[in-house]
């Protein structure tokens, strides 16, 4: 019996602790919106909840634990819409040749990448704006707790990149390091919609990933005629949110 009202007093407290954490990683990503790195402090968060500084020490000790814990929720975030935009793809492409349906998967979640800005922008903003800082923003201590939830996302793609030259989409080759240049690729690009601000007839960097993820899966070994039949495949899927 004690076993039990002990079980039963402890969760509601840990839901109370994780409830309470939420809104500390809420407050801090609005300030982040509003004023930037800069404008994150613990001072800051705790005005906006309306508490003292000090109470904030029990749930986070510094502004650098503060700011990995939200690069782990983005990080976390991030990888659990990816998982479940592929987990879309089999009902669609199902069908078809093993590396068609191969190639589709990776074509799906170069897309999925590019429509985070819409899809996910709190998570997304976060992410861009920890990586485009050339400061080192989080200890290495702090660095570390966080690695384990990257290399759990990067080992999805590049299991993807695996899949697909097993399926003879690709020719084989090192998976880890497609997934880092086709990540480095469709960064970038997301970046890029910046520019039709001043330029408004440039391409849109939707359009300028499709063109540079096939140039990649190209030179990957992927031929034409497998790449037009998976972007057919994908025809019939549009990402959460969109209309078909």
Do not use: C
């Not at 994150?40 to 968060?45: D, I, M, N």
């Not at 814990?69 to 983005?74: D, G, H, N, T, Y």
């Not at 068609?100 to 074509?107: F, I």
């Not at 096939?214 to 070994?221: C, E, H, I, K």
């Amino acid at each position: 019996m004690n076993v039990i009202h002990k079980q039963t007093a402890f969760v509601p407290h840990a839901r109370r602790r994780e409830d309470k954490t939420s809104a500390v990683l809420d407050a801090a990503m609005v300030l982040l919106a509003e004023g930037g790195l800069e404008g994150l402090t613990l001072h800051a968060v705790a005005h906006r909840l309306g508490i003292v500084t000090t109470a904030l020490y029990r749930y986070f000790p510094s502004k650098d634990a503060l700011l990995a814990a939200l690069q782990r929720r983005a990080v976390s975030e991030v990888h659990a819409h990816l998982s479940a935009e592929l987990g879309r793809v089999p009902s669609v492409v199902g069908r078809v040749a093993p590396e068609v349906a191969a190639l589709a998967a990776l074509l799906h979640a170069a897309r999925t990448y590019m429509d985070l800005p819409r899809a996910r922008p709190e998570a997304f903003r976060l992410l861009a704006l920890l990586i485009g800082d050339p400061r080192v923003l989080i200890a290495d201590e702090e660095a570390a707790r966080t690695a384990p939830l990257v290399t759990e996302l990067l080992v999805e793609m590049a299991r993807l990149f695996a899949l697909a030259a097993e399926a003879s989409a690709l020719e084989a080759g090192d998976a880890l390091g497609r997934t880092l240049t086709l990540w480095a690729t469709l960064h970038g690009l997301t970046q890029l919609e910046k520019l039709r601000r001043v330029a408004p007839h440039a391409p849109t960097a939707a359009a300028l990933a499709d063109e540079s993820v096939a140039a990649l899966l190209r030179g990957f070994g992927a031929t034409p005629n497998l790449l037009s039949r998976a972007r057919r495949a994908l025809d019939r899927l549009p990402l959460t949110g969109e209309t078909a």
